[in-house]
């Protein structure tokens, strides 16, 4: 049975056992629907989806979401591989299949030490840059980006990931040739090249206080330069256990509290054993396989489903009580099969993160969504 199938039996089994009230409206049947209200719902997606070669998943995005993000092809890397190669086919294609299907389009990301080629950072004689020379290559790249989706994608993370776990910023190759100043940059920049654009800082683990105290202090130092800052994202490559629901909310109301809006950019939660020893996103983190950080590789079971399930419903209990403040949810990636978690920070494991399965069928979190996004009784 598809899972369009599915939903469509549980709406009838709704519709029966209501009765009387079976005039009354029918429980929405998809995530963009149950969340209209509240604030855009979304997925990160892979170029076999947005190429609508994938057809499962071309299919449950275009069915449940009414936003997108690129999962790599925006890139620098990606998009411009060499000093004098830009390529924009794949990001071309990205964008117009979110025009297409009327969708808000993400551009992710502007600014990052990751996936950013080494001569990016150095001359032609493989020195490192100086300031003004690193300051005018990104000026570049900025420009020509953004640029060339400049009112067509509605907003763009710029910075991504500039913080240490401690709240200081990270010792990047961007820091460290520019200074501390290249944040601010980069967001000019940006609003230059689109000054419609709603422009992002994006991180994770800022439900950590130290971390969350080091994010808010540097929102304030933008601010201060006259940078508007549309939202905050804060990741949420959530665990079990963490965030607690408290920190959940302490994390969107210290931003809130900023006057800037909050996104959960690149939601999954991981039912794996721990293979590190801090709740970390960092894609260079990685452990060596063993049986034991791999429980379920023939199936999750049913008790570690409805956990699941739960988590999923109590995290968007979170998310709805503050729908004036968070304006987006975007998971990272579409169906289990897609997720990076299969692959990091232990590569071929079988990981259970998101709302639909390997199959692309609804798992009970996705019901629990669903229902998390109903109002509450006073």
């Not at 604030?39 to 070669?53: H, K, P, S, V, Y």
């Not at 969708?103 to 490192?128: A, S, Y």
């Not at 990931?161 to 520019?178: F, M, N, V």
């Amino acid at each position: 049975m598809s899972w369009k199938s599915v939903m469509l039996c549980g709406l009838l089994i709704a519709s029966l056992a209501g009765g009387a009230r079976a005039q009354g409206p029918a429980p929405p049947s998809t995530l963009k629907e149950a969340f209209k209200d509240s604030f855009r719902i979304g997925a990160a997606l892979n170029q076999a989806q947005f190429e609508e070669r994938d057809e499962r998943g071309t299919r449950i995005v275009t069915t449940q979401f009414n936003t997108i993000s690129p999962e790599n092809v925006l890139k620098w890397e990606s998009v411009h591989p060499g000093p004098d190669a830009y390529r924009f086919d794949a990001a071309d294609r990205y964008v117009a299949f979110g025009e297409k299907n009327k969708m808000f389009i993400v551009g992710h990301c502007l600014v990052w030490h990751n996936q950013t080629p080494r001569w990016v950072f150095q001359d032609d004689k493989g020195e490192p840059l100086g300031r003004a020379a690193l300051l005018e290559r990104l000026h570049d790249h900025i420009r020509t980006v953004v640029g060339r989706y400049r009112g067509r994608i509605a907003g763009w993370d710029v910075v991504n990931e500039a913080l240490s776990d401690d709240g200081s910023l990270r010792p990047t190759p961007w820091l460290k040739l520019i200074g501390e100043d290249y944040l601010a940059k980069a967001f000019e920049f940006a609003h230059e090249a689109d000054p419609r654009a709603e422009l992002y800082y994006n991180d994770y683990s800022l439900e950590n206080e130290a971390k969350r105290k080091g994010a808010v202090e540097l929102i304030r130092k933008l601010q201060a330069r006259g940078i508007a800052i549309a939202a905050v994202g804060l990741q949420g490559h959530d665990k079990m256990g963490w965030p607690t629901l408290a920190q959940q909310s302490a994390t969107i109301e210290a931003f809130s509290a900023l006057g800037v809006k909050v996104n959960i950019t690149e939601l999954d939660i991981d039912v794996l054993p721990a293979a590190t020893r801090q709740p970390t996103a960092e894609v260079s983190q990685s452990a060596q396989a063993q049986d034991k950080l791999n429980p379920y590789a023939s199936g999750l079971p049913d008790e570690v489903q409805q956990a699941l399930a739960k988590r999923y419903g109590d995290l968007f209990g979170v998310f709805a009580k503050y729908r004036g403040v968070i304006t987006r949810v975007t998971f990272w990636g579409v169906t289990d099969a897609d997720s990076w978690l299969n692959d990091w920070p232990v590569k071929g494991r079988t990981s259970y993160p998101l709302l639909f399965d390997r199959n692309g069928e609804p798992k009970p979190a996705f019901e629990a969504v669903i229902r998390a996004a109903a109002p509450k009784a006073p």
